[in-house]
């Protein structure tokens, strides 16, 4: 496995080990050990994930609050998405900022494709899908409890996201949300609910 630095502090694009032949490929995409080994704090699977999205569509931020509090380690196993993250910590050096990853199925031609994303607690998570039929995958380690789910508003032009570019350039005419995810806050707005250094 390979760890790669995001533009937020403790949050990682991961590249799994694969192991591939004319056959296809085989890849351990998930190894407590290895974690471990980076010191990438993930403190159990307990929950595992699946979405399937039509293109254009937007789901997050999302996170939810402690107790409840998730650590997610994401991917796209059909089609493609840009997975899209905010460091909600407040004192942390990287409070406010964002990281846009573009992920995508394993392909032995694209040193970039079947990369997964490390997502810690403390921040919010979303992503907008670029394909029709994109599936995507979570792996969780804490169960998801709807009392404490908590989001910011996708389009919070105070983040800096640029949404329109990526529509642009993807060929998406609007984009596909819930009703559910503009009812969210802006950051500014939102309570401060975790700090930086929280385990």
């Known amino acids: 496995m390979k760890k790669i630095a995001t533009e937020l502090k403790d949050c990682y694009i991961l590249e799994p080990s694969v192991f591939g032949d004319e056959r296809g490929y ?48 994401v991917e796209v196993i059909q089609g493609s998405a840009i997975d899209v993250v905010v460091d909600i910590r407040e004192g942390s050096p990287t409070y406010g900022k964002h990281t846009a990853v573009l992920l995508k199925p394993y392909d032995a031609n694209d040193k970039e494709s079947g990369r997964q994303l490390y997502v810690p607690r403390g921040f919010a998570h979303g992503f907008i899908s670029l394909e029709d039929n994109t599936i995507f995958q979570y792996l969780i380690d804490n169960d998801y409890a709807p009392d404490y789910e908590g989001g910011i508003y996708w389009n919070d032009p105070e983040l800096g996201i640029d949404w329109e570019g990526m529509f642009k350039k993807y060929g998406i005419d609007k984009p596909i949300t819930s009703e559910k995810d503009t009812k969210h806050l802006v950051l500014g707005n939102s309570p401060k609910y975790f700090q930086y250094g929280d385990k």
Not at 42 to 67: D, E, I, M, T, W
């Open 26 to 73: 085989f890849s351990p995409f998930f190894i407590q050990k290895e974690m471990d080994k980076e010191g990438i704090k993930f403190y159990g699977v307990v929950q595992c994930n699946r979405s399937k999205s039509a293109k254009g569509v937007v789901r997050g931020l999302h996170f939810q609050k402690n107790p409840k509090c998730q650590t997610k380690l």
